[in-house]
């Protein structure tokens, strides 16, 4: 069975840093691109960036949102994929839904972490 | 940047069946996905490329898509499909992965 585990949300202040990280089981992790997908309070969602498996380089891509702020990478031998948040503004408010990425689609999603960031 | 457009709400009875509405320029050229997110809970894949449905999905769930409209279909509407609904494409633009804003499915 697939899962993605999502942890490290809280509560951080304006302008400070938080890493999420995404502890996946039931599948090759490493054959797989990841994504983050957030979801504001009261909103809809939003893709924030996704990685791309080694065999395609590892790449990432990002939201011009977070461009330049968010930084997401992987570790194939623990099966995580982690979200690295710089510079947190109150509008990243949010849970954050860690996603596996089957072509077009994110087929499987995590029980997501909220993060709010506030003074 | 690609934008779809979804009505805010829909209200069905139960037993009939509810039409959701995914609109973007050509979406027809494109391969729709929608996910069911309940409150409280994370969103689920129910429809992918257009029509197609994942294991576990019921058949009432359908989709289609044809030139500027994606829908999607639930036939035999249950108390239990209240939920909001959310479609979505991936475009060669500069936010590749792209949401509608999302339908509140009201049972009445």
């Known amino acids: 069975e697939v899962q993605l585990v999502e942890s490290g949300g809280g509560l951080v202040q304006p302008g400070r840093s938080l890493r999420l990280s995404c502890t996946a089981s039931?599948?090759?992790?490493?054959?797989?691109?990841m994504s983050w997908v957030r979801q504001a309070p009261g909103k809809g969602l939003e893709w924030v960036g996704f990685?791309?498996?080694?065999?395609?380089?590892?790449?990432?891509e990002y939201a011009a949102s977070v461009k330049g702020r968010f930084t997401i990478s992987r570790d194939d031998s623990k099966s995580i994929a982690y979200l690295q948040m710089n510079s947190l503004k109150t509008e990243d408010t949010a849970v954050y839904y860690c996603?596996?990425?089957?072509?077009?689609?994110?087929?499987?999603w995590g029980q997501g972490t909220l993060v709010t960031v506030s003074s | 940047s690609y934008v779809l457009t979804q009505p805010p709400s829909v209200s069905v009875a139960p037993g009939k069946t509810a039409r959701i509405t995914c609109g973007g320029n050509?979406?027809?050229?494109?391969?729709v996905h929608w996910y069911q997110q309940k409150p409280g809970q994370a969103p689920v894949l129910v429809i992918y490329?257009?029509?197609d449905r994942p294991s576990g999905i019921p058949e009432r769930f359908s989709g289609s898509n044809s030139g500027n409209t994606a829908t999607l279909t639930i036939s035999r509407v249950e108390a239990g499909d209240e939920a909001d609904y959310y479609c979505?494409?991936?475009?060669?633009?500069?936010?590749?992965?792209?949401f509608g804003g999302g339908t509140k499915l009201t049972v009445l």
């Open positions: 050509n979406i027809g050229s494109k391969s």
């Open positions: 490329y257009d029509s």
């Open positions: 979505q494409v991936w475009d060669s633009s500069s936010d590749p992965w792209v």
């Open positions: 039931g599948f090759t992790f490493g054959d797989y691109a």
């Open positions: 990685i791309r498996s080694k065999a395609y380089g590892g790449t990432t």
């Open positions: 996603t596996r990425i089957v072509a077009t689609m994110f087929d499987y």
